[in-house]
């Protein structure tokens, strides 16, 4: 019995090891109080780099009863994972202090949100895949309220919560439709039950469909995107930037796995509702963010937007696709750590500034801060030679040779129009009147990552071969020859 | 895809149909068929025949609440011990040892919310 249940737990090791120090960190804790909260995250942070170390020898296979499996796939997505989280944490050390949020809780919610992502990722199973949104969800839920003397915070949180719990309902009713109608919850069991002649059930589609709203939710993608602007400006920026960089990662990753190792054989079906999802969000994305003044609220029009192009390519439905989809996340992520980083810089007098505007004659007040502001905004807009315009020109690619000329076309139609809103930052940074300066007591381990960041969107072309053949065996994973 | 699959839900379909009607129906015929003469002491609320005193929503402490979650934590441990303990005979040492972990985890919760104060009632 114990050796049929517990088989290769070891490919849960850093999932395992996590768990156990967020529950050693919540008990020291709360024995030190809140004045151990910078402590915390850097203990946090350890704890990922060494998961991350863990994560390497860790053997591909699946484990507990087939519920849980690790491959090449699971593992390069864990390892963005890991880093997005590392610079999370890092960055959320200064921020609270100089926000004066001192929660030992935070770093905690945040290893038990990433052990939930990890769980998610490596997912063989409907009910793993509901374990690890829960634990990752729940966690998200409370980090966003973290700051409970802000009424912006609370609502966050508590707008978070409402529509969060709806969309796991929605996934747990698809999850419920699909038991119902192919009698399996296993991904290995399902696959093969649909692979026969009566694949096209109209329960097991409709199964599927509620489980992709309900992740499509999860990354935020139109029309499950309202809570993203509420919930983006009102959580701490730190928090925001957690919520930006990780969880969607995630969860486009579920995505991908349940489709293409659970559903491949209802690829045209899902193909429908994934390029909807995918246009709609593009064109929100874009339009959306035209008119905004908060730079929390822009930065969360820009990620329902890049949602949309990442899934151009899982809607090609190719492993090519998939490859193209790693490498926009890996490289959206590199980008949105730099972005947020710097949005934590803008604070005047000790006070946190938000607005656009606040970034004007940015040139002249700090040049190095704006340069670098300006690097990432020609990556996010997709301008050559920066990191972004490789993922989404991947993206592009995959569509093409998928023989879907008119999403592409549409992909880059409204990634002209995203271009403005990206620019304009640039424009208002280098051309308009300078206001005030920012506070320039800036803590180094923000700098770090800010440098760190740039240096990669601008070295990628140099070394692009780091991220493509990690994504490429990631994405030969879920392809069996 | 077959329709005979929808054909099943039939039934189910014609039950919504008649529902539904007789509900209008009766909804209809009271308003088309019986007398009205409103007044504005017909039209005013009735509630045992006093004007209502207060709101019905009464503010009360957060603590309750604190309570009542905890208490359902706990109440649900239990919900998970009594089948276990059913049949922990079939189950082994694997069994007994999954709970155990349950159990220390719960703990830990406990240790947490103790530290926090969450059971101090002042």
């Known amino acids: 019995m114990i050796d049929l249940a517990l088989d290769g737990y070891m490919s849960a090791l850093p999932e395992i090891f996590l768990a156990l120090s967020g529950l050693v960190f919540l008990i020291a804790g709360v024995f030190r109080g809140n004045s151990g909260t910078t402590f915390l995250c850097y203990s946090a942070a350890f704890a990922f780099v060494f998961s991350l170390i863990l994560l390497a020898g860790v053997n591909t296979g699946e484990a507990f009863s087939d519920l849980f499996i690790m491959d090449d796939f699971a593992r390069y997505i864990k390892v963005i994972i890991l880093l997005g989280a590392i610079a999370s944490v890092v960055y959320a050390a200064s921020f609270l202090k100089d926000e004066q949020i001192f929660r030992f809780e935070y770093p905690v919610l945040m290893i038990f949100a990433v052990v939930g992502m990890m769980v998610m990722v490596s997912a063989n199973d409907l009910l793993t895949v509901y374990l690890g949104l829960e634990l990752s969800s729940l966690s998200l839920y409370v980090l966003a309220a973290i700051h409970r003397e802000s009424i912006k915070s609370s609502e966050a949180g508590l707008k978070y919560f409402v529509l969060g719990a709806i969309s796991s309902g929605f996934i747990l009713f698809g999850c419920s439709l699909i038991y119902g109608f192919a009698g399996a919850t296993n991904f290995d069991d399902i696959s093969v039950l649909l692979s026969g002649d009566n694949s096209l059930n109209i329960g097991v589609i409709f199964g599927m469909v509620f489980i992709l709203s309900g992740l499509a939710f999860k990354i935020s993608a139109v029309p499950f995107h309202m809570w993203t602007p509420d919930v983006y400006e009102g959580a701490p920026t730190s928090v925001t930037a957690f919520f930006a960089i990780v969880p969607k990662i995630a969860a486009i990753a579920l995505i991908i796995r349940i489709l293409f190792e659970v559903f491949p054989s209802m690829s045209e079906q899902w193909q429908q509702v994934v390029v909807f999802i995918s246009v709609a969000s593009m064109a929100i994305g874009a339009f959306g963010a035209i008119a905004q003044k908060n730079i929390k609220r822009l930065m969360a029009y820009s990620s329902i937007g890049n949602m949309g192009y990442a899934l151009i390519g899982v809607a090609a439905a190719t492993q090519n696709g998939v490859y193209s989809v790693l490498v926009y996340v890996t490289i959206y992520m590199v980008m949105t750590v730099g972005v947020f980083g710097i949005i934590m810089c803008m604070r005047k007098r000790g006070y946190a500034a938000e607005s656009i505007s606040d970034l004007s004659g940015l040139s002249k007040n700090s040049p190095v801060m704006a340069y670098g502001m300006a690097i990432l905004m020609f990556s996010l807009s997709g301008i050559p030679p920066m990191a972004g315009f490789f993922g989404k020109f991947m993206i592009f690619e995959a569509a093409v040779n998928a023989e879907m000329y008119i999403l592409a076309v549409i992909g880059v139609l409204l990634s002209v129009v995203a271009a403005y809103y990206y620019l304009r930052v640039i424009k208002i940074m280098f051309f308009d009147e300078a206001e005030d300066r920012f506070d320039c007591d800036i803590a180094f381990s923000r700098r770090a990552m800010i440098a760190i960041s740039v240096i990669l969107i601008v070295a990628f072309i140099f070394y692009p071969n780091i991220v493509f053949d990690g994504a490429m065996s990631a994405s030969l994973a879920l392809f069996p020859k | ?122």
């Open chain 2, 1 to 122: 895809m077959s329709d005979s699959f929808l054909i099943e839900y039939l039934p189910i379909l014609i039950f919504f149909v008649i529902a539904g009607g007789a509900a209008i129906a009766a909804v209809a015929m009271s308003y088309m068929v019986g007398q009205q003469n409103p007044d504005p002491e017909k039209n005013s609320q009735y509630e045992c025949g006093f004007e209502a005193f207060a709101e019905s929503r009464s503010k009360f402490d957060v603590k309750f609440y604190l309570v009542a979650i905890l208490f359902i934590i706990f109440d649900l441990e239990i919900a998970f011990l009594f089948p276990w303990a059913i049949v922990l005979g079939d189950i082994g040492m694997f069994g007994f040892w999954s709970m155990v972990l349950f159990l220390g985890i719960l703990t830990v919760g406990f240790v947490y919310e103790w530290k926090k104060g969450a059971l101090d009632w002042e």
